[in-house]
């Protein structure tokens, strides 16, 4: 609640955020609804405040001293992975929710980075997979969770996402031993299809633009490199503790 007028307020471009300044250089934001989700400490004397294309992005600054900043905000978001399919151990440190395209490069880069850090790292890491396919990937939502092999699926699909097609998805069925028509079939599935539009539509939620989109533990992860995943394993998360 704002007991004052503010110095100046911005709304983010999707409409999610209501960003206010506060006479002592306070940052205030505040749901649709009215709900005050934070409060930032500002410099004295911030009085500009414009969105960008962004929520998790604004621009503040001082008119007397002529200065304006870039500001990135952490937003800690509450993601359901319920019935979602995951590995490691549900009581590890950090949970690794990704949003991801079995077509993407970068995605298979991720996939493989960590496994390598799951292994390196036993019991520290749960990943939670969500699909993500983009439209100029038709290939990329198929999955075998209905016949119990995601996981291998997974990996397989990932080795070869340069060369997804639906006899290559076919044949990767085939070395699995997995039921190919089976398979074909549960594509359309009612409970498949709502499990993807379950999927798009957390991402709409959480303004996922792209893949592969990563959060730990509720906050969004920007670097994806091996490096900054074996640093974070390493501080179990720096700050990024399990809720």
């Known amino acids: ?131 993500y396919p983009l439209r100029s990937h038709p290939n990329s939502w198929a999955a075998a969770g209905r016949q119990g092999r995601f996981w291998e699926f997974h990996d397989a699909l990932f080795d070869n996402y340069n060369q997804l097609s639906p006899q290559k998805i076919n044949d990767i069925a085939r070395d699995l031993k997995l039921d190919v028509a089976r398979l074909n079939q549960e594509m359309n599935h009612p409970e498949v299809t709502a499990a993807l539009k379950r999927d798009m539509a957390e991402a709409a939620r959480l303004n996922v633009g792209g893949t592969p989109t990563v959060f730990v533990n509720g906050r969004i992860l920007r670097d994806h490199s091996l490096e900054s995943l074996q640093a974070l394993v390493a501080g179990q998360g720096s700050g990024s503790q399990k809720r």
């Open 1 to 131: 609640m704002l007991f004052r007028s503010p110095v100046d307020i911005a709304i983010s471009l999707n409409g999610r955020r209501v960003f206010a300044l506060t006479e002592t250089g306070g940052l205030l934001i505040y749901a649709p609804d009215g709900r005050l989700e934070a409060r930032v400490p500002m410099a004295a004397g911030t009085d500009i405040l414009q969105a960008t294309p962004r929520e998790d992005v604004i621009l503040v600054g001082n008119s007397r001293e002529k200065t304006l900043k870039v500001i990135t905000l952490d937003f800690l978001q509450t993601i359901d992975t319920r019935g979602l399919p995951a590995r490691g151990p549900a009581d590890a440190p950090l949970e690794l929710v990704v949003f991801s395209d079995f077509e993407c490069p970068s995605c298979a880069g991720l996939a493989s980075a960590l496994e390598q850090i799951s292994a390196e790292h036993p019991g520290k890491v749960r990943e939670v997979f969500m699909n």
